[in-house]
């Protein structure tokens, strides 16, 4: 079973996705599209990539979200809806599986796909769609996985954008005796198995896109997008210690008492918004040979 996520924790980090994000591979990406794109969303959860991509597109689009949980599906089409209403657009259902949202330049189509990605892109409806796009999800994936997506991608002449790829590169500030200790255990939970056929990418992960896309000929276009947490975000600053150190305890079994203590201390800081986060990332945009 592939690695999953809850949507609140998917909600909370969607406003530091938002501001870590590069801003110019959306523009080159949406350069390189059809008058009326249609986007394949993978590990789509809450759709906080749609409400963000959306508007760098900037026209009517379609939006095939694909997620293993149906129910982040079904909270994705909500929130979709509630959003397009706050920012004072309509939003109407064609159908059971189909939401409109009718933004100015042009309506937003939005379908969901349950779907194992485990198998991607077997699949997939790569045939039907002029670009496969996600968010925090290749440095959960294996080597092999990235290689198949590659080819997939390659056969179609498709674009593949994957923003925030963690890049192994965490700071929290100020400084604490057991960080080096926390660090190695987090570093070591990257590289489990997350459900995606082998040992998961972590920071390797934009070298490894790189590399696949470019022996299929892409331009390969990458820019950093890190987390920076301020000392006034107690609650997501406090949930990245807990996610850290629930993973460093996970693999440093010997230093579980010190990683707690660690976690303690980090909570307390955050608490009395003395705790700042900085998390390495990158994005990474693969463009495909310009046919002639």
Known sequence: MTEQFEG???DLREPFDAASRDVRLPLLL???????????DLGAGTGSLLRWLGHFIGRAQAWTLVDADSALID???GTIAERAVEQGWAATWPNRRTLLAHAPGGAWRVEGLVADLREAPDNLPLDQVDAVVNTALCDLVSADWVSRMAAGCAEHGLPF???LNVTGRERFMPGHPADALVARGF???QLRDKGFGGMALGAKAPAVIEAAFLAHGYTVHRAPSDWVISHRNPEMAAALADGHARAAMAQERRGRAKILN???DRRAQAGLQRLSVRV????????????E
């Open 187 to 189: 570093a070591r939970d």
């Open 161 to 163: 954008y994957a923003a």
């Open 8 to 10: 609140d924790w998917l």
């Open 262 to 264: 660690w976690a303690v």
């Open 75 to 77: 909270r994705a089409f």
């Open 30 to 40: 949406a350069g390189q599209l059809p008058a009326r794109p249609r986007i394949l």
């Open 280 to 291: 390495g990332h990158s994005d990474i945009l693969c463009l495909p040979p310009v046919k």
